[in-house]
């Protein structure tokens, strides 16, 4: 009877041993286990090519500016005093080498760039209907890229703090806004991506 009694307290302790590791052993399975909750958060580095491309631009343009009204695109117009003012004609051979410095800028989509030839054309078949030789050539009488005749020049002096909004369209093509509070204009301009952002169009959307 003692053997037997024996046996069965060695038997309870050996069970009450077992019982005491159990904790320890599912606390350490349950340590090895990340929650079913748990959001990893990895931030996404945000990309600011776009507006770089507009800022590349405006930069551009006004180191540029006088470059590009270096080409001698207009003939005709006020001349001396002693000659006889010719009326206004588009010289082709000089759009064709101001086109070919924008190409060269990196900046412009070649749909921005037929559209900017397409002026010259057009204003070529206006001044044959409507000969002229006196006064701002029409239709070429403001800035091309920034659609007026006011004070854009004194924005240029502070490109980095011009705020910037980005609205996609798709992977491919976006729309960029800014304004410009000296000559109080509000510009929409359209990239599209290839290799890099190009300039599509720029709008006035003031």
């Known amino acids: 009877m003692l053997r037997k009694t ?19 052993i599912k606390t350490g399975v349950q340590d090895s286990i990340k929650p079913k909750n748990t959001v990893v958060s990895i931030q996404k580095v945000q990309d600011n090519s776009q507006i770089e491309t507009v800022k590349t631009f405006l930069k551009w343009y006004k180191e540029n500016e006088d470059k590009i009204y270096s080409f001698n695109s207009i003939k005709g117009g006020p001349q001396t005093e002693n000659d006889t003012p010719s009326n206004y004609s588009i010289d082709f051979d000089e759009v064709d080498k101001e086109i070919k410095f924008l190409e060269n800028s990196d900046l412009f989509s070649q749909q921005f760039l037929s559209v900017y030839k397409k002026r010259y054309v057009d204003g070529n ?12 050539p029409s239709g070429f009488d403001y800035d091309y890229f920034f659609m007026t005749q006011d004070d854009y020049q004194s924005d240029l002096k502070n490109i980095d703090t011009i705020q910037f909004t980005v609205k996609p369209i798709n992977e491919q093509s976006c729309k960029v806004e800014f304004h410009l509070k000296n000559c109080g204009m509000t510009y929409r301009y359209t990239l599209t991506k290839g290799d890099q952002w190009k300039i599509e169009s720029i709008k006035n959307i003031s």
Not at 11 to 21: D, N, P, R, Y
């Open 6 to 24: 024996l046996l069965l307290s060695t038997v309870l302790m050996l069970f009450a041993h077992c019982k005491k590791e159990d904790p320890v």
């Open 125 to 136: 078949e206006y001044f044959k209907q409507n000969p002229a030789n006196d006064g701002p």
